[in-house]
Nanobody, 115 residues
């Protein structure tokens, strides 16, 4: 059973930075892609960034140039470095992986960007 636990969310002013972490367990972390999603109030969950097991990355247009996804296979952890944060980045951020034809999600961490 895969388990994912996010941390690092909080309240930050516009233009500020945060780094989210997602600690994984219960599966061979290094073998699978990891993805960050977010869901704002009243909106659908959207993909933010993905990193594959070969370290290829992909970003939503809305975060390109501001967010960076990375992974540390030795720590079974995926990160999301978020810079130049905007109020529209406010959301619950989730990490997700998929293996054995099943999706595994974390519980989410709240990010609020407000003055």
């Amino acid at each position: 059973q895969g388990q994912l636990v996010e941390s690092g969310g909080g309240l930050v002013q516009p233009g500020g930075s945060l780094r989210l972490s997602c600690a994984a367990s219960g599966f061979t972390f290094s073998s699978y892609a990891m993805t960050w999603y977010r869901q704002a109030p009243g909106k659908e969950r959207e993909l933010v960034a993905t990193i594959t097991n070969t370290y290829s990355t992909n970003y939503a247009d809305s975060v390109k140039g501001r967010f960076t996804i990375s992974r540390d296979n030795a720590k079974n952890t995926v990160y999301l470095e978020m810079n130049s944060l905007k109020p529209e980045d406010t959301a619950v951020y989730y990490c997700k992986t998929r293996f054995l034809r099943r999706d595994y999600w974390g519980q989410g961490t709240q990010v609020t960007v407000s003055a």
